[in-house]
């Protein structure tokens, strides 16, 4: 019997995919990245873009991602080859597999390193280490964290250790039972930080510097950033996804789960920032302060509330739980790739993998601790914006294109089993809107790539 004869590990619960996909959705891009990055490109006109891009790409590039994985029953490599095939296609689109796998590893390589920071945050907090300290000192203890590469080097390798832990217990028993638990702990946090930032100052600054959308014209930069960061924070062309859906039971609904699982991750993310916000500006903080900035502001709001250390404690716990749960679905394309394809066992793929990984984000953790730069940029940051700003769109439009114009009709209206508008509205969503919005961009941006 061949692998692809073989029935497919399936989700155990009926919660199972959304559970997982919602934790590979919500992540540090939600409680980390997108806060800094609003505050780097201004606020709501970043905002307004980047909501745009999850709508006419995000949702549809999902759906798509979904149905091939689900109907190609394989990792990503595996699962576009037999689309196209099915189809009568040529077996090249497989790159896009390829091309997702590389993403994966790559957005690992760097996440796991500010996955760490969140562990070092929870041991500072439960060690004392923040105690008393002011805006100044926030600042200096973030940058002492990050130029001890053994401090960096450590959490990160605890983090990379974890994640192949997890991934090596499969999918039920290692991901799927450790998502069920972690996610509905986070949104409680973060539910009770927003309360107490409601009564303490600088609600309304946060709020109007989120949603005023007339906040003035976002650069070409903050575009790019924000249709790449619609990427990242739906775990789109990054093989996780795919690689989660092709556990989906044919019974599931494809666009439901997609609706849930991207609003679930939208929520948290503007949860995050109204978390967030209110702490920068009723400190005199720079909203444009860059990764550091929730380790810098956080802790200061912690400080000043009842009961503090225990609520850090609390909130280090939950992001890095929402760390792990994305982190092992960065992995799982490549290890259930070696293990369909290559014959490994699932514990000696998560492994070798980790092994690997290990490498390229020690170069990376020593790059950025030493900020040694390459055209002005350090290999963690170059990781980061290669996968966000160029592989990923152009995976997304890859498939986007594969599923709209090649692949036979009457697949993905089975597979999708859609209302048949709806069905008309994701068809022109991903032969038009989702391509030319993601070219528009990319045109737009064509002066960044010169350098
Ligand atoms: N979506 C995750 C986050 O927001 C990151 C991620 C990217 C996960 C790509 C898997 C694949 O943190
Ligand atoms: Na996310």
Same mark, same amino acid.
């Given at each position: 019997?061949?692998?692809?004869?073989?029935?497919? #590990?399936?989700?155990?619960?009926?919660?199972?995919?959304?559970?997982?996909?919602?934790?590979?959705?919500?992540?540090?891009?939600?409680? /980390?990245?997108?806060?800094?990055?609003?505050?780097?490109?201004? %606020?709501?006109?970043?905002?307004?873009?980047?909501?745009?891009?999850?709508?006419?790409?995000?949702? +549809?590039?999902?759906?798509?991602?979904?149905?091939?994985?689900?109907?190609?029953?394989?990792?990503?490599?595996?699962?576009?080859?037999?689309?196209?095939?099915?189809?009568?296609?040529?077996?090249?689109?497989?790159?896009? %597999?390829?091309?997702?796998?590389?993403?994966?590893?790559?957005?690992?390589?760097?996440?796991?390193?500010?996955?760490?920071?969140?562990?070092?945050?929870?041991?500072?907090?439960?060690?004392?280490?923040?105690?008393?300290?002011?805006?100044?000192?926030?600042? @200096?203890? $973030?940058?002492?964290?990050?130029?001890?590469?053994?401090?960096?080097?450590?959490?990160?390798?605890?983090?990379?250790?974890?994640?192949?832990?997890?991934?090596?217990? %499969?999918?039920?028993?290692?991901?799927?039972?450790?998502?069920? /638990?972690?996610?509905?702990?986070?949104?409680?946090?973060?539910?009770?930080?927003?309360?107490?930032?409601?009564?303490?100052?600088?609600?309304?600054?946060?709020?109007?510097?989120?949603?005023? $959308?007339?906040?003035?014209?976002?650069?070409?930069?903050?575009?790019?950033?924000?249709?790449?960061?619609?990427?990242?924070?739906?775990?789109?062309?990054?093989?996780?996804?795919? &690689?989660?859906?092709?556990?989906?039971?044919?019974?599931?609904?494809?666009?439901?789960?997609?609706?849930?699982?991207?609003?679930?991750?939208? @929520?948290?993310?503007?949860?995050?920032?109204?978390?967030?916000? +209110?702490?920068?500006?009723?400190?005199?903080?720079?909203?444009?302060?860059?990764?550091?900035?929730?380790?810098?502001?956080?802790?200061?709001? *912690?400080?000043?509330?009842?009961?503090? &250390?225990?609520?850090? #404690?609390? *909130? *280090?716990?939950?992001?890095?739980?929402?760390?792990?749960?994305?982190?092992?679905?960065?992995?799982?394309?490549?290890?259930?790739?070696?293990?369909?394809?290559?014959?490994?066992?699932?514990?000696?793929?998560?492994?070798?993998?980790?092994?690997?990984?290990?490498?390229?984000?020690?170069?990376?953790?020593?790059?950025?601790?030493?900020?040694?730069?390459?055209?002005?940029?350090?290999? $963690?940051?170059?990781?980061?914006?290669?996968?966000?700003?160029?592989?990923?769109?152009? %995976?997304?439009?890859?498939?986007? #294109?594969? @599923?709209?114009?090649?692949?036979?009709?009457?697949?993905?209206?089975?597979?999708?089993?859609? +209302?048949?508008?709806?069905?008309?509205?994701?068809?022109?969503?991903?032969?038009?809107?989702?391509?030319?919005?993601?070219?528009?961009? *990319?045109?737009?941006?064509?002066?960044?790539?010169?350098?």
């Amino acid at each position: 019997m061949t692998s692809s004869e073989q029935p497919r #590990v399936q989700w155990l619960g009926r919660w199972g995919f959304i559970l997982a996909a919602t934790g590979s959705a919500v992540g540090l891009g939600n409680i /980390w990245k997108f806060p800094y990055m609003t505050g780097e490109y201004g %606020g709501g006109a970043f905002v307004l873009v980047y909501l745009a891009c999850i709508l006419a790409v995000g949702v +549809p590039v999902m759906m798509c991602e979904i149905a091939f994985g689900r109907r190609g029953r394989g990792s990503p490599i595996d699962a576009f080859r037999r689309m196209a095939k099915e189809s009568g296609r040529s077996p090249l689109w497989s790159i896009l %597999g390829w091309m997702s796998m590389l993403s994966g590893f790559m957005i690992l390589s760097f996440y796991v390193i500010v996955a760490g920071w969140s562990f070092a945050y929870l041991w500072k907090v439960v060690s004392g280490g923040l105690t008393g300290a002011n805006v100044g000192d926030m600042v @200096a203890i $973030f940058e002492a964290n990050n130029a001890n590469p053994w401090n960096l080097g450590g959490w990160s390798t605890m983090v990379t250790l974890v994640t192949m832990v997890i991934v090596g217990m %499969g999918v039920q028993k290692g991901i799927e039972r450790s998502v069920g /638990w972690m996610m509905p702990g986070l949104v409680v946090m973060l539910v009770i930080l927003i309360v107490y930032n409601v009564f303490s100052g600088g609600f309304g600054e946060a709020v109007s510097f989120l949603f005023s $959308f007339n906040a003035g014209s976002l650069s070409s930069a903050g575009m790019l950033a924000a249709l790449g960061h619609a990427f990242f924070t739906l775990s789109l062309a990054a093989g996780a996804i795919l &690689t989660y859906g092709s556990y989906l039971p044919r019974s599931a609904s494809i666009g439901r789960t997609t609706l849930s699982v991207a609003l679930a991750d939208t @929520a948290v993310a503007l949860m995050a920032g109204l978390a967030i916000f +209110p702490v920068i500006f009723s400190n005199g903080m720079d909203p444009g302060e860059g990764p550091g900035l929730i380790f810098m502001s956080l802790p200061l709001a *912690f400080q000043a509330m009842p009961l503090g &250390t225990l609520f850090g #404690v609390l *909130f *280090f716990v939950m992001l890095s739980m929402a760390a792990l749960t994305s982190s092992i679905s960065m992995v799982e394309a490549t290890v259930s790739w070696l293990c369909d394809s290559k014959g490994f066992s699932r514990r000696w793929a998560a492994w070798s993998s980790g092994i690997v990984l290990w490498f390229i984000s020690t170069l990376a953790m020593l790059s950025f601790s030493a900020d040694w730069a390459v055209l002005g940029k350090t290999l $963690f940051d170059w990781l980061d914006y290669l996968t966000s700003r160029l592989l990923m769109p152009l %995976g997304g439009l890859g498939t986007v #294109v594969l @599923a709209g114009f090649f692949i036979r009709n009457e697949v993905m209206r089975d597979e999708l089993a859609l +209302p048949p508008l709806i069905y008309a509205l994701w068809l022109i969503m991903v032969r038009y809107v989702s391509p030319l919005g993601i070219l528009i961009v *990319f045109v737009d941006a064509l002066g960044l790539y010169s350098i």
